[in-house]
C-alpha cells in the first residue's frame, strides 16, 4: 500500500539560512486568545528559505520565472533516488558519480540526492546546526552540464542547503548557471534543502508545488510523495 510523505520542512523562525542570511520573521497580528476574533499571522522571509526551488531567473534576467511554467512542471512521475552519504563538505563532481548517473533512466523527470547531511540540521547541537549552514556539500557544474545534455530531467533536488557549497563557492557557484541557465539541453530546475530522512526507497511520484509570485526568482515549495 502506498504511503504519503512530506518530503519539504515547514518554515519556522529557526529554520537555517545559507550563510546565516536573512531573517524569518512571523508575526502573530491577531490572536483569539487576546480577545480577537480570529488568528491572523504575517509572514516575512527571504524567497530562498527552507525547502525552496530555484529558477532560471535567480541568476539570469532573462531566465525563466516559476510563475511562467505551466502547473504540470510541478508533479513528476518518474523521480530517480540516488543514496550517496557523505558528513563532509564534498563537492560532488561527474567522476566520482558517473556510474551512479550513467544509471538514470532516460524518462527520469526528477533526480533526488540523500546525502544525510540533514542530520546536523536536526542536531540539538548549535555547533552541528551551524555545519549544516556553512559547512554542507555542493554539486559541480560538471554534473549539471552532462545531466542536460544526455538526461530530460527537469529538477533535481537535495538534502543539504544550497547546490553552492558555503566553503567552497568559487568552486562551485557556477554550478547554478550550469544547471539554471546557458549549456545544452532545457534547464533543470534547484530543489534546495529537502527533508528526505524518511525516503528509504524509490518514490512513486513526488509533487513539487513552490508557492508563486510575480516574476519569482525562487520560493519555498511544498513536496509530497508516495511511497
Known amino acids: 500500500m502506498s504511503e504519503w510523505v512530506y518530503l519539504s520542512y515547514p518554515l519556522k523562525e529557526q529554520t537555517p539560512l545559507y550563510g546565516n542570511s536573512g531573517k524569518l520573521e512571523f508575526q502573530r497580528i491577531r490572536q483569539i486568545q487576546n480577545g480577537d476574533s480570529s488568528n491572523n499571522t504575517e509572514l516575512h522571509f527571504p524567497a530562498h528559505s527552507g525547502t525552496h526551488m530555484d529558477a532560471p531567473y535567480h541568476f539570469d534576467d532573462n531566465g525563466k520565472s516559476l510563475d511562467e511554467y505551466p502547473a504540470s512542471n510541478w508533479i513528476f ?3 530517480w533516488f540516488l543514496s550517496l552519504p557523505t558528513k563532509t563538505a564534498t563537492i560532488l563532481e561527474f567522476l566520482m558519480l558517473e556510474h551512479e548517473l550513467e544509471a538514470i533512466p532516460m524518462e527520469t523527470d526528477l533526480l533526488l540526492i540523500k546525502t544525510g547531511y540533514a542530520s546536523f540540521r536536526n542536531s540539538n547541537d548549535s555547533l552541528e546546526r551551524e555545519k549544516y549552514i556553512s559547512q554542507g556539500p555542493g554539486i559541480s557544474p560538471d554534473i ?3 545531466l542536460r545534455k544526455f538526461r530530460n530531467l527537469r529538477a533535481i533536488g537535495f538534502d543539504f542547503i544550497s547546490l553552492t557549497s558555503y566553503q567552497h563557492r568559487e568552486i562551485v557557484r557556477k554550478g547554478h ?6 549549456g545544452d539541453g532545457e534547464p533543470i530546475l534547484i530543489i534546495e534543502h529537502m527533508n528526505l530522512e524518511q525516503l528509504r526507497t524509490m518514490p512513486k511520484n513526488i509533487f513539487s508545488i513552490p508557492k508563486l509570485y510575480e516574476k519569482d ?3 519555498p515549495t511544498t513536496i509530497v510523495a508516495t511511497i
Open 144 to 146: 549539471g552540464n552532462w
Open 177 to 182: 548557471h550550469c544547471f539554471l541557465n546557458e
Open 77 to 79: 512521475n518518474h523521480p
Open 217 to 219: 526568482d525562487g520560493a
